[in-house]
């Protein structure tokens, strides 16, 4: 691991454990081993080392999501999503950590000005969630000839794992109902 790879995922740990605004550069440094001169050679503020973060994090959690909703028919895949976000609020995900809520979300409450670059960031990401839960729809022989449905079905997911990812963080368990088969087949076949 070269010392940008380093700096990033010491700093993407802590500012997802602790938050944006509670972690300084001093203890980035003192946890990451590395000189001050060294970070600032690869960054040249905490928002650029933040942006850095949250396209590590974005990579690492969209390919996770990627492999989780790989599945040959619509209903597994809204079956795996919902599945694989319950091994994740369970710290069973070791790509993405233990749980501590959505980074982009306690980010963006973090950033709440839409114009700023970290923000912006943030919203980036969403729209490739739902894009990537499109795809794995729109590939199965359910959707493939309807992308409108599969549009529709795409965001009401979405919308679902985000509130679930919320309860999830704000209740502080890893244990409510998770969407039945059939409420998921019924979303599908309609």
């Not at 001050?36 to 994090?57: G, P, Q, V, W």
């Not at 790989?70 to 749980?99: R, T």
């Not at 919203?123 to 309807?146: F, R, S, W």
Request: some cysteine; glycine content about 4%; overall charge neutral.
């Amino acid at each position: 691991m070269n010392k940008q790879e380093q700096i990033v995922n010491t700093a993407l740990s802590l500012f997802y454990s602790k938050g944006l605004h509670a972690v300084g550069i001093n203890e980035i440094l003192a946890v990451s081993g590395v000189a001050k001169k060294t970070l600032y050679n690869h960054f040249e503020s905490k928002d650029e080392l933040i942006i850095a973060c949250l396209k590590k994090r974005d990579e690492n959690f969209n390919n996770w999501l990627e492999q989780v909703c790989d599945k040959p028919n619509a209903i597994d895949v809204a079956n795996a999503l919902f599945f694989g976000l319950s091994q994740w609020f369970n710290n069973q995900v070791p790509e993405l950590g233990n749980f501590n809520g959505c980074f982009f979300i306690n980010t963006a409450a973090e950033y709440p000005n839409e114009s700023h670059p970290i923000a912006a960031q943030c919203k980036v990401h969403k729209q490739g969630v739902i894009e990537l839960i499109l795809n794995a729809l729109v590939a199965t022989p359910q959707l493939k000839n309807n992308k409108a449905k599969a549009s529709d079905i795409a965001q009401t997911l979405f919308t679902l794992k985000e509130g679930l990812i919320c309860q999830a963080r704000v209740m502080h368990t890893n244990t409510f109902p998770m969407p039945s088969n059939q409420f998921i087949e019924r979303l599908i076949l309609m």
